[in-house]
Structures are given as C-alpha cells and as structure tokens.
C-alpha cells in the first residue's frame, strides 16, 4: 500500500489492512486476529509463549515474540509487525494479566505486571505505532478494557486500577491524534469466557460474552464510516447469571 492511503474498507473486505494484536495468541486477542484474518487482513499478534503463538498462526497470522509490557520489546514488535507486513493501519492493544486478591496480599512484582501489561503496554505500543500510522495518512487504536475500571470490586484494586488508566489514557490519545487520521476506541466487556486469570474456565458459561463477540466489534469498528467515531463500547451479557 502507498503512503497515505488509509483503506477505505467495504463490507467484509479487510484484504488491504496490516494489523498488530498484542496478546493475540490465546482468548480475546486469538479471536480478534482470527475475525480480522478471515477478512483478509495480514495480521501480527504478540505473546510470550512460543507454543500458543505457534497454535494461534497461520492462514494470514504472524507470529512476533514479545512481552509488551517492557517497553524496549514493545518497540521492537511494533518494528517488526510492520517490517513482516510492509506497514501498519490498525493496533489493538489487548494483551493484559489478571490476578485478582486483597491489596495487603499483593506482591510490588504482581502490581507492576498488571500496570505493565494492562496499562504500560498500551503506551508502549501505541507511542510505536503512532508514526506508522500517520505515515499510512491514518489508521485505529483499539484498546481493550473492561468494565472494571469503573465498577472497582474486592480483589481487583490492580486489575481495575489497570483498567481505569487505560480508560483515561484512551480518551486523551484519542482527543491528540484525531487530526491525523487515526481514531482510537475502548471496548470495555463484562464477564467474558476465557478463563482470564484463573476466574472461571474458557469456553464455559453460556451467559457470558464470547471472544467472537468482541472480536466482530472490532471488524465492525474498523468498516466503520471515516466520519464517525464509536469512541467507547460497553459490552456486557445479555442475560447475566442472577446473584
């Protein structure tokens, strides 16, 4: 693709989009670099285990090893992604931990994980991909949140407070690039079925929100009229189960 020449998608049709998914190899990030694929994107997902990266590849999806929460391998995925596929139009910073206990319980190395993975990264990625993206004359950031950053819970204070900052970074980088072409969104899903640090087993509770579903928000967000910005989604099921 030529500089400056943002794709201008239709219908399912992503065949000229060249996508980063950080923690693309397993639950939420694996179903978004799947939906994307299927529409023909070229697609580069980061993980930290070299089996589930090598599981999550193929048909359209590249494997690039990286712990996006250490921001000198943030910036070497990102250069990576877009050296594999000759440049960059959309970022979804997904990749993030869990681990959910009593504050007076936490470690200080369980607390920067979840601010580095959850919060730290995003920055990390996002000041990488930026340039590409103007280059491209434009492009998506789309962060994955949740729900926890403004429905703080008991055993969640890093995890929500994570997700809070990343709300906060979200709604300011989108104010400061949106003059460049590039729009940037917050998916922010309730109770999903991924297993997500250790709350609950992937696949199970039908109630729940389904990686497919977040993943068809991001292929209707990047079709989504240029004139128009969803800059915010909140995503919950439908039925929850009752208390």
Known sequence: MSVNS??????????????VVTGGSRGIGRAIAAALAARGAQVAITGRTEDDLRAASGGGIHPVRADVGRPEQAAAAIDAAVLKLGGLDLLVNN???????????????????????????????????????????????????????????????????????LDAFTEALMQEVRYDKIRVSNIAPGSV??????????????????????????????TFPERSLPSRIELRPSRPKKA
């Open 6 to 19: 943002w794709p201008q998608t239709t219908g399912d049709d992503l065949g000229t989009l060249a996508a």
């Open 95 to 165: 990749a993030g931990v869990g681990w959910f206990g009593n504050v007076a319980d936490m470690t200080t190395d369980q607390w920067q994980e979840i601010i580095g993975t959850n919060l730290s990264a995003a920055f990390y990625c996002s000041r990488a991909a930026i340039p590409h993206l103007r280059h491209r004359g434009g492009g998506w950031i789309i962060n994955i949140s949740s729900l926890a950053g403004k429905n703080p819970f008991v055993g969640g204070a890093a995890y929500c407070a994570s997700k809070a900052g």
């Open 193 to 222: 079925a991924t297993g997500f640090g250790g709350r609950g087993e992937a696949g199970l509770h039908e109630w729940k929100i389904q990686p497919q579903d977040i993943a068809d928000l991001v292929v209707d967000l990047v």
